[in-house]
Nanobody, 122 residues
Framework: QVQLVESGGGLVQAGDSLRLSCAAS????????MGWFRQAPGKEREFVSA????????YYADSVKGRFTISRDNAKNTVYLQMNSLKPEDTAVYYC???????????????WGQGTQVTVSS
C-alpha cells in the first residue's frame, strides 16, 4: 500500500551538491520515521541517515557527518537528503525507507523506495 518514490539523483563533480527527495503515499501508520540508505557497486547496502517523526532526533553515518543533512516536511509526506561536498566514494544508488520508529528504520524498515542513482566524478 505504501509507495516511496525518490528523485533528485544525477551526475555531479566532486565538491558539488545534490538534494534528494522521497515522497510517500498510501500511508499505513499515523506517525513514522524515515531514513536513507545507499549501495555502491560491489558493496552491501549501508545506512546513511534517519529522522524521527517530528525531526527532533537524527542519525548520520560517520562517513557523511558534517556534509549531509536530513529533513522532512510532514505536510507534504516528503523527506529530503541535502548532500554537500560530495566525494567520489558517495557514488551509489540511494534508497529511502520508512518504519514505525527510528530504531526500526535503522535495522528492518517496513517499506523501501526503488532508488535513485548518484554519481560523483573526480
Amino acid at each position: 500500500q505504501v509507495q516511496l518514490v525518490e528523485s533528485g539523483g544525477g551526475l555531479v563533480q566532486a565538491g558539488d551538491s545534490l538534494r534528494l527527495s522521497c515522497a510517500a503515499s498510501g500511508r499505513t501508520f499515523s506517525t513514522y520515521a524515515m531514513g536513507w540508505f545507499r549501495q555502491a557497486p560491489g558493496k552491501e547496502r549501508e545506512f546513511v541517515s534517519a529522522i524521527s517523526w517530528f525531526g527532533g532526533t537524527t542519525y548520520y553515518a560517520d562517513s557523511v557527518k558534517g556534509r549531509f543533512t536530513i529533513s522532512r516536511d510532514n505536510a507534504k509526506n516528503t523527506v529530503y537528503l541535502q548532500m554537500n561536498s560530495l566525494k567520489p566514494e558517495d557514488t551509489a544508488v540511494y534508497y529511502c525507507a520508512e518504519a514505525r520508529n527510528i530504531l526500526q528504520v535503522r535495522t528492518t524498515p517496513d517499506y523501501w523506495g526503488q532508488g535513485t542513482q548518484v554519481t560523483v566524478s573526480s
